[in-house]
């Protein structure tokens, strides 16, 4: 067990439906980071988000946002749902986000676009 | 560009051999971080070890040790007395000074390990 928690573990939805998924980092990472698992695309780097700011983006698609809280937990809101976003989205968490540090994974959310 | 590469999309080992586990890298950035992960059947991502550009010694972490050859941009992930449970993914993984705290991810070696 990672320490990173992440709800739901399974979401099945419509075409054109927007959904909320939410992490919790490891207690004391400021740092936390979304990617994207597909079959065709690899694991992906969407978004970091360290102390309740935005600190670095990779590919995540303009549909696609997060936030951290202040408690630090994030959420990734993905909208207008494709087919193709179909995919193991991961949650990881880090102390600072600095360049040697580990990031713990948290156990994925598996999202289903019927 | 960076850019990592895992050449071996499946590997079998029989129980309690050692396996390696190949990824290579392109860069020019002279810090980075090298991480390999275990991604087993139920799909959690789990850290296995952790290789500084700048440390002299190759890393061990129990059965796991990395091969790192800097001049060679290559950083192997041995794995020694195979058990069952290693079967699974295993993603090779960087971080590099220039380009933020993102990772880049290798696209995976499936291991399978024969009992």
């Known amino acids: 067990d990672s320490g990173v928690t992440q709800t739901p573990k399974h979401l099945i939805t419509a075409t054109g439906q927007r959904v909320t998924l939410r992490c919790s980092p490891r207690?004391?990472?400021?740092?936390v980071y979304w990617y994207q698992q597909s079959l065709d695309q690899g694991l992906q780097f969407l978004i970091q988000?360290?102390?309740?700011?935005?600190?670095a983006k990779g590919n995540i698609l303009e549909r696609f946002s997060a936030q951290q809280f202040p408690d630090l937990h994030s959420e990734l809101n993905l909208s207008s749902l494709e087919l193709g976003d179909s995919a193991l989205y991961f949650c990881?968490?880090?102390?600072?986000?600095?360049?040697?540090?580990?990031?713990?994974f948290g156990p994925g959310t598996r999202l289903l676009v019927l | 560009a960076q850019k990592i590469t895992q050449t071996q999309p499946g590997m079998f080992v029989q129980e309690k051999e050692a396996v390696t586990l190949d990824c290579t890298y392109d860069?020019?950035?002279?810090?980075?971080?090298l991480f390999w992960y275990k991604q087993p059947s139920s799909g959690e991502m789990i850290f296995l070890i952790y290789?500084?550009?700048?440390?002299?010694q190759n890393a061990t972490e129990g059965r796991y040790s990395l091969n790192f050859q800097k001049a060679r941009k290559s950083a192997n992930l041995v794995i020694s007395a195979s058990q069952l449970g290693d079967s699974a993914m295993y993603f090779c993984?960087?971080?590099?000074?220039?380009?933020?705290?993102?990772?880049?991810f290798g696209t995976g070696t499936s291991l399978t390990v024969i009992p």
């Open positions: 290789q500084g550009s700048y440390d002299q």
């Open positions: 993984a960087m971080r590099f000074s220039n380009t933020g705290n993102q990772f880049y």
């Open positions: 207690s004391g990472d400021l740092s």
């Open positions: 988000y360290y102390n309740g700011e935005e600190r």
């Open positions: 990881a968490s880090s102390v600072e986000g600095g360049q040697v540090e580990t990031q713990y």
């Open positions: 860069t020019s950035d002279p810090s980075y971080g």
